[in-house]
């Protein structure tokens, strides 16, 4: 995997690519925004948002043993999985008891970052993904590219594309004559599912929440696929992170008001299904709960890191952020893109490796993440915090002497004010267009003129001997709107 | 009232006419201005980039030189954000840096705020006959909160023509070390802003950090765009008599 | 696997030393002063609104003339055969000639034979056009509202409640529950929100005062 900045450089120059990104994110922006400014009490349900999931971080422990004792109650069975090679391993077996050598998907962020589907075809399973974007990625045998859309990076021409090419290897062909309509578009997955939902004996989910409290467990999605998945099975089995839960039932009016006006910008997505354990005659008879810790306890110990396990993976920070915007979720080598992705990846696999060592960086720390995330995750304050991981590592060496450098000149006015005085002294040789890494900036910018003299020199020579007009003058009376006319 | 000028080690080195500007406003306001000379810089590079060690430091620089200020003044959303948002995390709780930063930070102003908020004033008497866009900045807008003090400041400005800037709130893609660590997404980041800069045909862009500026005004300059860049202060600072130059 | 199991959490017993041993999960304070409800006047109107903001088919009538509301909408829509929970009311269908099917004897295969299904609901959010449905009375098992490509959903007024606070504590998580705001939909083409996928492609709501 290339780190974020060489993977960035290509993206940032995909004209196709950076079109798509902004026409999607600034559509889904404006989206979220107007769902947003409806609730007039956002801020206390942010609030509320951040602190549930507090309780429920700070008391993991309790709330796993409640979640696996309310499943259980209710007919499901609870499998424990430390990380990915054994979360795939008892997916797998489940699948193979079944018989069946086909399973049918719901997204879910959770099997995608344990390659689920990979493993299972080493095993000899199709695992069919049925969410239309995840279809669109699966047929087109690319990556997903953001966690909630994550065909984002295509546009209608190429989906209608990848669906006429692509769809009859897979099952029902696309009609003749497709149009790039997105409701023709839609209609083709339609009939291109159906009969696999109607005949597939097993789904593999994930989920939105776990209500420890009552076992249930919560999806929210918008197509049926989710629906379909869930119903119409005999077995049902769902890969679901230790930080999902909630402790109960009624948290979830704080949650089902959060996530989709941050999401998708609705007020409510259009099909949630929530379920306990199993009901006789209704749906799958057989459910099983895989609970994945996969790196999560390792976030859980970092006091400063925790946060980011409250994340509802709503993607608001996504398509708010001005990088992600640019170079789209490629660029970021991992299941979790965009800001969320910065601090999550470094954090479940470490950063000791590229481009994991890079991600922190992938960040002008312009804050707007933190402002629309929707359980107030200061990503931001958990990027620093990376870097400063990464620059306490090795490598980094030019970049630790030029620091230390500035350290070093900062630590006294005397040698800042020599090093200003050099600077001033050497300003007519500064080329426009500078080697090395300087040039970083300047293949793209102009660099300021070295002035003259510094402030602080102006201010030895004649700032300090100015006087005030009026130095006796009272201040912040409120009369000073006066003064200022004079 | 005396304002100590933390001038900020940008401004000190490369932008001194804002600093400049800075003392030439709040005089003819009437108000005494100190500038400590002990002082250098707050440390936000270092922070931001991972170094917090180097950080530390220079926070408690900071909080010496300007312990004895009734109010500090830092030409920069940034380096006020820095000193208002980030110190209170530099020292371990207690500590003698954290007891220091939680006594000073308070008293810690961008210009816009030092102008509204304590000196109660929005029309500083300026002259500044010009089409100016104005730049919110990423800190000045979250981290500060300025709000509407800036625009309040200009709206009063005689002679101005304010013109609204398209994908304000957005990050120019300066970012510190991002600029050269992620040149290219900067790159992209900053050719937008200049673009919706340029769009409003205006002669200056105008904002309270010149480390935004530097980088906008930069792609500027390099695409010949015919388009300057001023920091708040000097459009405020500008009067008939002393008019700034465009 | 048990090994797992207690691996899993002797991990995030140890992830949380910083957790004093005597606090409770209570004692991690939860601000709950966010709205109940938003108050946007009469509850009825804005489920309608809201409703046929996400492009449903909305009627408000009268509880005795909900027959003949619902015999118009099925001819209106050309339904010819429709699925019915078992225990769905004979009155809701005394004025249609539509041939009406108990859920009871169809499997997928045969619900996807069917024009439409009618059911009722457990409870609806007015601030979110939502219905909850609960497989309880006159809704029948999930598949029956999934697989007809129209679903026409009987509501009555005294199951309206305005906001998601309210209507938690009336729905039993103990039931499977399906929550519907509009027909099926996606926004995975370029983050564009198109109606009609996989569930019913339209919702048709009567509501009964």
């Known amino acids: ?486 | ?246 | 696997m048990s090994g797992s199991r207690e691996r899993i959490l002797g991990r995030v017993r140890a992830a949380l030393a910083d957790v004093p041993p005597g606090e409770a999960p209570e004692d991690v304070l939860v601000p709950r002063d966010y709205s109940s409800a938003h108050d946007r006047g009469e509850t009825i109107a804005l489920l309608v609104d809201r409703l046929e903001d996400y492009k449903a088919l909305v009627h408000r009538t009268p509880a005795g003339e909900s027959a003949e509301v619902v015999a118009r909408a099925l001819a209106g829509r050309g339904v010819r055969r429709v699925a019915a929970p078992d225990d769905a009311p004979e009155d809701w269908f005394a004025e249609c000639d539509t041939d009406v099917a108990r859920a009871g004897g169809l499997d997928p295969a045969g619900l996807d034979g069917v024009d439409g299904v009618v059911t009722g609901c457990a409870a609806a959010i007015a601030e979110t056009g939502t219905i909850v449905l609960d497989a309880g009375f006159a809704q029948g098992r999930r598949a029956l509202t999934l697989i007809p490509d129209y679903h026409l959903c009987v509501v009555r007024a005294d199951q309206i409640v305005t906001g998601v606070p309210q209507a938690l504590p009336r729905l039993d998580p103990g039931r499977p529950l399906t929550w519907i705001s509009g027909p099926s939909a996606t926004s995975d083409i370029e983050l564009d929100r198109v109606e009609g996928v996989h569930g019913p492609r339209t919702l048709e709501v009567v509501i009964v005062e």
């Open chain 1, 1 to 486: 995997m290339p780190s974020f900045p060489e993977a960035a450089k290509s993206a940032t120059g995909d004209s196709q690519l950076r079109h798509n990104l902004r026409k999607a994110t600034h559509t889904i922006r404006a989206k979220r925004d107007g769902a947003v400014g409806e609730l007039d009490d956002w801020s206390q349900l942010r609030a509320a948002g951040a602190a549930i999931k507090d309780r429920t971080l700070r008391h993991l422990d309790t709330y796993l043993e409640r979640l696996e004792d309310a499943v259980t109650a209710a007919g499901g069975r609870v499998h424990w999985a430390a990380d990915a090679a054994e979360a795939n391993d008892i997916v797998t077996g489940l699948v193979r008891a079944t018989g069946e050598s086909d399973v049918v998907k719901v997204k879910s962020m959770a099997t995608q970052e344990i390659e689920l589907n990979e493993a299972l075809a080493q095993a000899g399973i199709t695992a069919y993904e049925t969410d239309l974007a995840e279809l669109i990625v699966q047929l087109s045998d690319d990556l997903p590219s953001h966690i909630l859309v994550p065909a984002i990076h295509r546009n209608r021409a190429e989906i209608r594309e990848i669906f006429r090419d692509q769809m009859a290897a897979w099952g029902v062909p696309a009609p003749e004559r497709l149009s790039d309509d997105p409701r023709a578009l839609a209609e083709a997955a339609r009939v291109h599912l159906r009969e696999r939902f109607m005949r597939t004996k097993v789904a593999v989910s994930g989920a939105n929440f776990a209500v420890a409290d009552s076992g249930t467990m919560v999806v929210l999605e918008s197509e049926g696929n989710g629906r379909m998945c869930l119903t119409l099975p005999q077995t049902l089995i769902s890969v679901v992170g230790i930080e999902k839960i909630v402790p109960s039932w009624s948290d979830l009016e704080v949650f089902l008001q959060l996530l989709p006006r941050s999401s998708t910008g609705e007020r409510m997505n259009p099909y949630t299904s929530t379920w306990t354990g199993v009901t006789p005659g209704d749906g799958p008879q057989e459910f099983h709960l895989v609970l994945l810790d996969n790196g999560r306890s390792d976030v859980l110990a970092d006091t400063v890191g925790r946060q980011a396990l409250r994340c509802i993976r709503c993607s608001a920070c996504l398509n708010i952020c001005p990088v992600y915007e640019r170079t789209g979720g490629h660029a970021y080598g991992s299941v979790y893109p965009g800001p969320i992705g910065a601090i999550l990846t470094p954090q479940l696999q470490g950063t000791a490796s590229e481009p994991e060592a890079s991600l922190p960086y992938a960040s002008s720390l312009c804050g707007a993440c933190y402002e629309v995330c929707p359980v107030a995750i200061d990503i931001p304050e958990v990027l620093v915090h990376l870097r400063e991981e990464v620059a306490g590592g090795s490598g980094h060496t030019a970049e630790k002497a030029a620091m230390g450098a500035a350290g070093w000149v900062f630590g006294g006015e005397r040698r800042l004010g020599a090093a200003q005085r050099a600077a001033s002294a050497a300003r007519s040789l500064v080329p426009r267009r500078m080697p090395g890494p300087a040039s970083a900036w300047t293949d793209t910018r102009d660099i300021p003129d070295i002035p003259e003299e510094s402030f602080r020199s102006w201010w030895r020579r004649e700032g300090a001997a100015e006087e005030a007009p009026e130095p006796g003058r009272a201040p912040g009376d409120g009369d000073e709107q006066e003064g200022g006319r004079r």
């Open chain 2, 1 to 246: 009232m005396r304002i100590a000028l933390f001038v900020t080690c940008v401004n000190d080195t490369l932008y001194p006419g804002t600093g400049r500007a800075v003392v030439r406003l709040l005089r003819r306001l009437g108000h005494d201005v100190v500038f400590p000379e002990s002082q250098t810089c707050c440390g936000q590079m270092h922070y931001n980039t991972g170094y917090r060690r180097e950080a530390q430091k220079l926070a408690v620089r900071f909080v010496e030189t300007f312990a004895d200020a009734d109010a500090v003044l830092a030409p920069s959303g940034s380096c006020a954000a820095m000193v208002r948002d980030n110190y209170p995390r530099l020292g371990e709780p207690g500590s003698r840096l954290d007891r220091a930063v939680s006594e000073l930070a308070p008293r810690v102003y961008d210009l816009s705020e030092l102008l509204v908020d304590v000196l109660g004033v929005t029309d500083v008497g300026a002259y500044f006959p010009h089409t100016v866009a104005y730049h919110p900045t990423c800190h000045g807008l979250r981290l500060l909160k300025l709000g509407d003090r800036p625009y309040r400041l200009l709206r009063n400005v005689a002679g101005i023509d304010l013109r609204e800037l398209e994908g304000a709130a957005e990050c120019c893609g300066f970012g510190g070390t991002f600029a050269v660590k992620n040149a290219d997404v900067s790159a992209a980041m900053g050719a937008d802003k200049a673009r919706n800069a340029a769009a409003t045909g205006a002669e200056v862009l105008c904002a309270v950090d010149n480390s935004c500026l530097m980088h906008i005004g930069g792609t500027l300059e390099r695409q010949r765009a015919g388009m300057k860049t001023l920091h708040l202060a000097e459009i405020l600072a500008s009067t008939e008599q002393e008019p700034a130059r465009v």
